[in-house]
Structure formats: structure tokens, C-alpha cells
């Protein structure tokens, strides 16, 4: 009814009109090599406005999230949590400045109709670039620097009586969260790390998962920070030439966008992307 998986037919999205960003904070190991203070405002928005066309352009219903209040960091709409075909689930930021943005979500997503299947809380935090579809009941999520143990297994407790199986993949908090490392691009294809976890990697080819591998840097050039869109298609950046030239060879068809202004806030295109609807195929 909402998202099937990680890979079939994008329908429709929710995505957040930046605002305020040069009073974002250096949140990220990327955003700490900028002044933020002087990024490009035209250029961030001419940026979001590309990405938004090249989703309607490709047949994908976009919502957008426009709020008056200052919430900088909400342009990376996927992270305040994680959608599944039953409803979604509310993560619970670790930075202050980001939580805020969590009110704005939770009213935006009853507007759209989504149920709320559970939320996390207390001491637990979880963010939604952390969450991964492996296949329709398979659920892998990433503890790096901004979901922890107690989120997990919340997360866990709300999905588990829903018939989804749930793994942890731990990796160095620098990364920033899973979808930085680690990006499923087709039903069996999937882009990342070339040093993932020995059990997520072997997790991957119990379930026949092909990994298209690269080098750390690629982590913080928003290599891996890619969106499925399904039928083998996937957007990514125009300028991960190495990883879209590997995802062609694989028959991938991949659409890219220009964003650079964006990028220095920490977050990619996935980063940008909350999925409201995916078909299963």
C-alpha cells in the first residue's frame, strides 16, 4: 500500500524545499570542510528545483514539505524515518537542531494519510538514512553515527511482529549513516563500501545480492548515495563517473543530476528522497 521494498516502481515521493541553510550547523565529517555560512543559496535551490523535475519528469508524484519556520538541516528529508507498505515509523533525531523537524514530519505524513505504526524514543535515536530494504520482508539497519543500540531494537520491536526481519549493520560513525556506505539498486544488485561488515557482506550473498563495489573515498563524494527508482533504473550524480559507469555495465540505467551547492551540507540525492509509494515491481 506504501513501500513495498527498496527497489520496485517509485510512485511517489516526499521531498522538503531547503530553507534557512546558512544556518545549518557541521553536523557531518562532509559539512566540517565548508563554511556554510557561504554557500550558494541560488545555487541550493536551483539544485533542489533539478532534482524535483527529474522526478516528475520520470513519472514520480512528488510532495513537498514547504515550512516557514527555520529547520536547515530538513532538506534531507529521508532521515526522519523509515517507510514500510503497513505505515511508516518516526525516528528521533540526535542533533538538536534537527529535532524541530520532527513535528513538521509527523504533521506532513498525517496530512498525506500514512499511518504511524510507532516512533522512537527515550534514549533510543534512529534516522532514516540508516534504514535499508534488502528484499520485501528484509530490513537491514545501519548503526553508525546517529542510530544506536536502543533505537534498533525499537525499531526491531515495531517491524518484527509485521513479518520483517530486521539485521544491524555497524561501521565507523564517520560515515554518517548507511545509505552513505551502502545502496540497493536493483532486486539483486546493489552498490557500496568496498569494506562492509563481514557478516552484512555474507548476509548479502545468502541472499544472492551482487555487490558493485568501490574505495572510502566514494563515502564522502556521495558515491554510494544513489535512489532506485525501479525497473532497473536508478538517479545518481553526474559526476560518480566510476560508479555509474559500473551500474551501466550491469544494465542499469542511470539518470544523472548536477548537485554540488547541496552536497555540502552533508547529504546526497538518496539523503534528499523519502519514499511515500513503491510498487513491488
Same mark, same amino acid.
Request: charged share 25%.
Given at each position: 500500500?506504501?513501500?513495498?521494498?527498496?527497489?520496485?516502481?517509485?510512485?511517489?515521493?516526499?521531498?522538503? @524545499?531547503?530553507?534557512?541553510?546558512?544556518?545549518?550547523?557541521?553536523?557531518?565529517?562532509?559539512?566540517?570542510?565548508?563554511?556554510?555560512?557561504?554557500?550558494?543559496?541560488? /545555487?541550493?535551490? @536551483?539544485?533542489?528545483?533539478?532534482?524535483?523535475?527529474?522526478?516528475?519528469?520520470?513519472?514520480?508524484?512528488?510532495?513537498?514539505?514547504?515550512?516557514?519556520?527555520?529547520?536547515?538541516?530538513?532538506?534531507? #528529508?529521508?532521515?526522519?524515518?523509515?517507510?514500510?507498505?503497513?505505515?511508516?515509523?518516526?525516528?528521533?533525531?540526535?542533533?538538536?537542531?534537527?529535532?524541530?523537524?520532527?513535528? #513538521?514530519?509527523?504533521?506532513?505524513?498525517?496530512?498525506?494519510?500514512?499511518?504511524?505504526?510507532?516512533?522512537?524514543?527515550?534514549?533510543?535515536?534512529?534516522?532514516?538514512?540508516?534504514?535499508?530494504?534488502?528484499?520485501?520482508?528484509?530490513? #537491514?539497519?545501519?548503526?553508525?553515527?546517529?542510530?544506536?543500540?536502543?533505537?534498533?531494537?525499537?525499531?526491531?520491536?515495531?517491524?518484527?511482529?509485521?513479518?520483517?526481519?530486521?539485521?544491524?549493520?555497524?561501521?565507523?560513525?564517520?560515515?554518517?549513516?548507511?545509505?552513505?556506505?551502502?545502496?540497493?539498486?536493483?532486486?539483486?544488485?546493489?552498490?557500496?563500501?568496498?569494506?562492509?561488515?563481514?557478516?552484512?557482506?555474507?548476509?548479502?550473498? @545468502?541472499?544472492?545480492?551482487?555487490?558493485?563495489?568501490?574505495?572510502?573515498?566514494?563515502?564522502?563524494?556521495?558515491?554510494?548515495?544513489?535512489?532506485?527508482?525501479?525497473?532497473?533504473?536508478?538517479?545518481?550524480?553526474?559526476?560518480?563517473?566510476?560508479?555509474?559507469?559500473?551500474?551501466?555495465?550491469?544494465?542499469?540505467?542511470?539518470?544523472?543530476?548536477?548537485?554540488?551547492?547541496?552536497? @555540502?551540507?552533508?547529504?546526497?540525492?538518496?539523503?534528499?528522497?523519502?519514499?511515500? /509509494? /513503491?510498487?513491488?515491481?
Amino acid at each position: 500500500m506504501f513501500v513495498a521494498n527498496g527497489t520496485g516502481r517509485l510512485k511517489k515521493v516526499l521531498l522538503s @524545499k531547503p530553507n534557512h541553510v546558512h544556518q545549518a550547523e557541521q553536523i557531518n565529517e562532509i559539512s566540517k570542510n565548508w563554511n556554510l555560512q557561504h554557500i550558494d543559496e541560488g /545555487r541550493v535551490q @536551483k539544485e533542489f528545483q533539478d532534482l524535483h523535475a527529474l522526478y516528475e519528469s520520470l513519472g514520480i508524484s512528488v510532495e513537498l514539505m514547504e515550512k516557514d519556520e527555520i529547520l536547515p538541516h530538513a532538506v534531507f #528529508a529521508r532521515d526522519f524515518g523509515g517507510c514500510v507498505n503497513e505505515g511508516y515509523i518516526l525516528g528521533k533525531f540526535k542533533n538538536g537542531i534537527r529535532l524541530p523537524e520532527t513535528a #513538521a514530519y509527523e504533521e506532513k505524513m498525517a496530512e498525506l494519510g500514512v499511518p504511524l505504526l510507532g516512533e522512537v524514543s527515550g534514549t533510543g535515536v534512529f534516522e532514516g538514512g540508516d534504514f535499508a530494504f534488502l528484499d520485501e520482508r528484509t530490513v #537491514a539497519i545501519g548503526m553508525l553515527d546517529r542510530t544506536n543500540a536502543e533505537g534498533f531494537g525499537q525499531i526491531t520491536d515495531i517491524l518484527k511482529p509485521l513479518g520483517y526481519e530486521v539485521h544491524s549493520v555497524e561501521m565507523d560513525p564517520r560515515y554518517l549513516h548507511l545509505d552513505m556506505c551502502f545502496n540497493l539498486v536493483a532486486p539483486k544488485v546493489a552498490i557500496g563500501y568496498a569494506d562492509l561488515p563481514d557478516t552484512f557482506v555474507a548476509l548479502l550473498k @545468502k541472499m544472492e545480492i551482487e555487490l558493485i563495489t568501490d574505495d572510502e573515498p566514494a563515502i564522502f563524494r556521495h558515491g554510494y548515495n544513489v535512489q532506485a527508482i525501479g525497473r532497473d533504473e536508478v538517479i545518481s550524480l553526474v559526476q560518480n563517473r566510476g560508479i555509474n559507469k559500473k551500474m551501466r555495465k550491469k544494465g542499469l540505467t542511470v539518470h544523472e543530476v548536477e548537485l554540488t551547492e547541496l552536497l @555540502k551540507l552533508g547529504g546526497g540525492i538518496h539523503c534528499m528522497t523519502f519514499p511515500l /509509494r /513503491r510498487l513491488n515491481a
